[in-house]
């Protein structure tokens, strides 16, 4: 093999600029949108009863479910009128410091592509149903709204202190994997949960995670998983309780104070934790995945 091939630069698909737009959304074609419309009904059969209420009434809002993957900017048209967000085009994922930057502005950057009927359950990166109908709808709740840009502008903060993991953590327990006490019990807003067919049963339902009330300093040194289900899910008791935990915390202080490794293993309860349910974790124990 010639030795240039291995010495050509990564080329970006389309090249990007320093944000990583896309100039625009991708044209999907009729199986695409039929993609869309079976992953939409596929989560329509699990996540009422066990969505947040500020989900759903987000999915209504912006009627996602009109039929066919969502146009961007008429989205972006009705968000805009409701938190003054918008939903841009990227190609994959993108790095830290440009995610945080688009947050920070209201920008939400979601995936342009979406999924085939082979990788149907379970994707690599996230694709446009992951982000649209898993992270949109959230963003129509206005406390939700700024927490978002604020996690955004915090984005700098830890790329300062080299403290990125944590900051992911927050992200990961909150915005992907979050759970919050309703009057009717436990539900999911974390997109990770919302836009796959099993898990939000089992981070609502099961015997075997934990559920801890979220502390934002314990959840920046607990380390999570990648692909699996969680040994732990964080509830919150409101948006505006989150959002207060992350405004009002000194994060200067936390980041010096915060070790550059995680100091919790994902599956465990420690003496100041507010359990809501300490877990089997058999579920852990069988070897997980599936
Ligand atoms: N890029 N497109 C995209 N989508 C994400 O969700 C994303 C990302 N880059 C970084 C990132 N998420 C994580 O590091 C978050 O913890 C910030
Ligand atoms: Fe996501």
Sequence with gaps: MPAEVFTAPL??????????LEPKQTEYDSDDDAIWDDLFARQMEVLPGRAASAF????????????????????????????????VPVPMLIPDHVFFWHLANRRFPAGNFIRTR???????????????????????????????????????????YNRLKALG????????????????????????????????????????????????????????VISDLQPTYFVIESFEDLYRQTVERDFD?????????????????????NVVNRGTQEYLLRGGRG
């Design 11 to 20: 080329q970006r698909p389309g090249h990007l600029g320093e944000d990583w």
């Design 56 to 87: 759903l009434a987000g999915l209504d809002k912006l009627d996602l479910g009109r039929g066919g993957v969502p146009d961007f900017a008429a989205m972006s048209e009705d968000l805009g009128k409701l938190t003054g967000w918008s939903v």
């Design 118 to 160: 082979e990788t149907f359950d379970y994707i690599q990166e996230p694709d446009v149903f992951h982000d649209v109908f898993g992270h949109v709808p959230m963003l129509t709740d206005p406390t939700f709204a700024d927490y978002m840009q604020e996690y955004g502008k915090a984005g700098w903060k830890a790329m300062r």
């Design 169 to 224: 953590a927050l992200y990961w327990y909150t915005v992907e994997f979050g759970l919050i006490e309703e009057a009717d019990g436990i539900k999911a807003y974390g997109a990770g949960i919302l836009s796959g067919p099993t898990e939000v049963v089992y981070a609502t339902q099961a015997e075997s995670p934990n559920r801890i009330i979220l502390n934002v300093d314990r959840v920046m040194r607990t380390d999570y």
């Design 253 to 273: 202080r936390l980041y010096r104070n915060l070790p550059p490794a995680f100091t919790y293993a994902n599956s465990a309860v420690i003496d100041v934790d």
